[in-house]
């Protein structure tokens, strides 16, 4: 590494920084611009290489905020801010966590799904890894540079699902960039401490392979046993380089997803978030729902549109929480209603995914009720006669929930809970404002993308986004501040709880169901806490040996700031 944290004599912290002139200047994680000051302008051989003036990080937080509100598009902040992050780290992190609510919809859903379409177009520097699988002999030396040293969280796609727009290719890279920045904004781990990496294994999205400008490996892609060996190639390399690290498996196929999960997750500490991440989040503002309908848990009925990944990620948690309030497994199982394209899973239907059998509804049980559509038992269908009390949707089908359902379920409890979950916005089941509107603003609702305020009560609401983000820094807060080897089901159980008890609706129910972002620090370290607590005790992280845990973590957390440099 380039440099080291140190303390001074007064037991103030500082940087020992082993890089001089340009290469100081070009470092985004130790520049800091025209807030150089003259001694280290003069230790570090900057004279002459910036202004004179010397500035602070609140000037450049002020000017940068500036340039950012004079680009007239989202894609060209997403392009500013991402020049930003590879010039100048601390002063990236202090504007994203200054204004977390303006520009976390920047470097994250929505905006990051166009920097993934476009991302071959507006490609500036290099940042990440990128493992093509001509490459697959060589991951060990790509790993091997020193830079990664201080690595302890990974995030790795391969872009063929991104959000819900498909195969966009070595352009997915984006995602584990954006993911890792919130990793660093809403958790305070250290930008030298995080990795993106994009696994290149070809693309089928024809648009790209015809791109003379597109980056990636102009291969389609590999399949079956090819890529599971690439994909063994790649764990082992990482279990030996970063024996210690977190990795997070970020925007895989269907096809993939929940067996890359299954077959690696006894091995190293590792998740996805797609499908863990977004079963805890629901899971978590579900269980602050009920502050606000009333409706015990073990009262309420399912029904998910969408039974992917998610859809049955989500479905497993809010089974476990149930049963942990009482209910048999299956009677849990009786309450859940998973719609996808052939319409409602039932045990009759003989092309179902292993992780989908568990919640197909027995065909006997609903031949009473008479509506079958073209073979298909539809969402309305599903309305009318289950009744479910909450309706969420990880489809990634736009406006599918229409006004008619929406109606169809208010006559049926006094309170929906309505979680349009899917990203980006353009994607999003409904609108809350359409939720909100159709059912008289009765309507509990959480979204997966950031949308503007309803007017409830004759008032402006905050419209509570159900995002990942509330999840995920946290755990891996968690999990690394402990060392630990596995990351299980049980932590994610706890990581929702976690996030419920930080709900305003637990002493309002007039209040939201989530924290506002602003305070998604104090969030990640009460979820982080509960996770440490949580590998300590289940055997798989290691006590680091101090009474006040939570001290402990928050210390942890990296807080974007300059900090005095001397020369080692």
Not at 58 to 65: A, E, H, N, V
Not at 124 to 140: H, Q, T, W
Request: with cysteine; glycine share 6%.
């Amino acid at each position: 590494m380039n440099f080291q944290f140190a303390l001074n004599s007064d037991n103030n912290l500082y940087l020992k920084v082993n890089l001089t002139g340009y290469a100081l200047l070009s470092n985004p994680l130790l520049n800091k611009g025209m807030a150089f000051t003259h001694e280290e302008r003069e230790a570090f051989e900057l004279l002459g290489l910036i202004p004179p003036f010397e500035t602070n990080l609140t000037i450049q937080l002020q000017r940068s905020y500036e340039t950012l509100q004079s680009k007239h598009s989202d894609i060209e902040k997403y392009i500013y801010l991402r020049d930003l992050q590879d010039s100048n780290e601390t002063l990236f992190y202090r504007l994203l966590c200054e204004h977390i609510d303006e520009i976390m919809p920047i470097v994250y859903t929505p905006t990051v799904g166009l920097g993934c379409q476009r991302y071959s177009h507006i490609y500036r520097r290099p940042r990440g890894v990128y493992i093509a699988y001509p490459d697959k002999k060589s991951i060990d030396k790509i790993f091997a540079h020193r830079r990664f040293d201080q690595v302890k969280t990974i995030v790795v796609s391969d872009g063929e699902r991104i959000l819900g727009l498909g195969d966009q290719g070595a352009g997915g890279m984006g995602i584990p960039i954006g993911k890792l920045a919130l990793y660093t904004a809403c958790a305070g781990i250290h930008p030298s401490a995080t990795l993106p990496i994009l696994l290149d294994t070809g693309t089928d999205n024809p648009d790209l392979l015809q791109d003379p400008l597109y980056i990636g490996w102009h291969h389609e892609r590999i399949r079956d046993q090819q890529y599971d060996d690439f994909l063994e190639c790649f764990v082992t390399a990482v279990r030996k380089r970063f024996p210690h690290a977190l990795l997070q498996w970020e925007d895989f196929a269907q096809r993939n997803a929940n067996p890359i999960l299954t077959r690696y997750r006894d091995q190293l500490c590792t998740f996805n978030d797609d499908i863990q991440g977004t079963a805890a989040v629901a899971t978590g503002t579900l269980l602050s729902a009920i502050h606000v309908t009333g409706i015990p848990l073990t009262e309420q009925t399912i029904a998910i549109v969408g039974a992917g990944s998610a859809g049955c990620g989500i479905s497993n948690l809010i089974l476990q929480a149930m049963i942990e309030e009482g209910l048999s497994e299956s009677d849990a199982r009786q309450r859940f209603f998973l719609i996808d394209q052939p319409g409602l899973l039932t045990d009759d239907m003989l092309d179902l995914q292993s992780f989908q059998q568990p919640f197909a509804q027995p065909k006997h049980k609903i031949t009473q009720w008479q509506c079958l559509t073209n073979n298909r038992i539809t969402l309305k269908d599903v309305m009318t006669h289950a009744k479910p009390t909450v309706l969420i949707g990880v489809s990634g089908q736009a406006s599918i929930f229409t006004e008619e359902i929406v109606r169809e379920m208010l006559k049926h409890t006094k309170k929906p809970v309505i979680f349009p979950l899917s990203n980006p916005t353009a994607r999003s089941e409904a609108t809350p404002k359409d939720l909100n509107e159709w059912t008289n603003g009765q309507a509990i609702i959480g979204t997966g993308s950031p949308f503007g305020n309803i007017i409830k009560n004759g008032k402006p609401f905050r419209v509570d986004q159900t995002n990942n983000c509330y999840i995920f820094p946290g755990v891996g807060l968690g999990l690394i501040s402990v060392n630990a080897t596995r990351v299980t089901d049980k932590m994610f159980m706890t990581a929702a709880k976690a996030l419920a008890n930080c709900s305003p609706a637990r002493f309002d129910p007039q209040a939201n169901l989530l924290p506002p972002l602003s305070e998604i620090r104090m969030v990640s370290l009460k979820v982080a806490l509960a996770i440490a607590e949580e590998a300590i005790l289940s055997g798989y992280g290691k006590s680091p040996g101090t009474n006040n845990l939570e001290k402990y973590i928050s210390d942890m957390m990296w807080e974007p700031e300059y900090l005095p440099y001397k020369k080692f």
